[in-house]
């Protein structure tokens, strides 16, 4: 369980004991109510979505703290391999990541020196009879949030989180 400190203060830091997290810098969080999760997540991409959202659907208390208040495009892989689609489907988000953002891609097509080499059909030559799935990054990690969100997830974006104080605690805090 996580307990996480509502409250806002703004202007000067708090004592240095205290754990702390931080809104740009400017805005500072300190102690008031608590609100018990099951589950906190530092992060609301693939990842910290789809854990929020699968817990979420077991009926955990789940709170995702997000530090992009919108997700930008940024140069990574936007490609899922045919293993990865087929983790995306036994997690359940399959379906909704083809959808909402993303294109199935049933081959794949070699070239060497500026000319077509052989083409694999992804679909009959994978174990799981899957191809890859395309997508923006960014629309990807909306959608997913999105869907967290839709499950009951409390999200909380533009939150950069810092511990100020690593002495051990009976139950963790976070505040936001």
Same mark, same amino acid.
């Given at each position: ?27 500072? &969080? ?40 919108? &997700? ?105």
């Amino acid at each position: 369980r996580y307990a996480v400190k509502k409250s806002l203060q703004r202007g000067s830091h708090p004592h240095r004991t205290s754990r702390s997290c931080y809104v740009n810098d400017s805005q500072l &969080f300190t102690e008031m109510s608590v609100t018990d999760y099951d589950l906190a997540i530092i992060g609301g991409g693939i990842a910290g979505s789809t854990l929020g959202l699968l817990m979420a659907r077991q009926g955990a208390r789940v709170l995702i703290l997000e530090k992009d208040r919108l &997700f930008r495009d940024r140069v990574r892989g936007e490609t899922v391999a045919p293993w990865g689609s087929e983790e995306a489907r036994t997690l359940g988000v399959y379906d909704l990541l083809r959808d909402r953002c993303g294109i199935e891609v049933p081959y794949i097509t070699f070239w060497f020196g500026g000319h077509a080499g052989g083409r694999r059909d992804l679909c009959t030559t994978t174990p799981h009879g899957m191809g890859s799935l395309d997508f923006k990054h960014a629309e990807m990690q909306e959608v997913l949030l999105e869907a967290a969100r839709s499950e009951g997830v409390e999200v909380h974006r533009g939150r950069k989180c810092k511990e100020r104080n690593a002495r051990a605690t009976r139950k963790r805090q976070l505040f936001r």
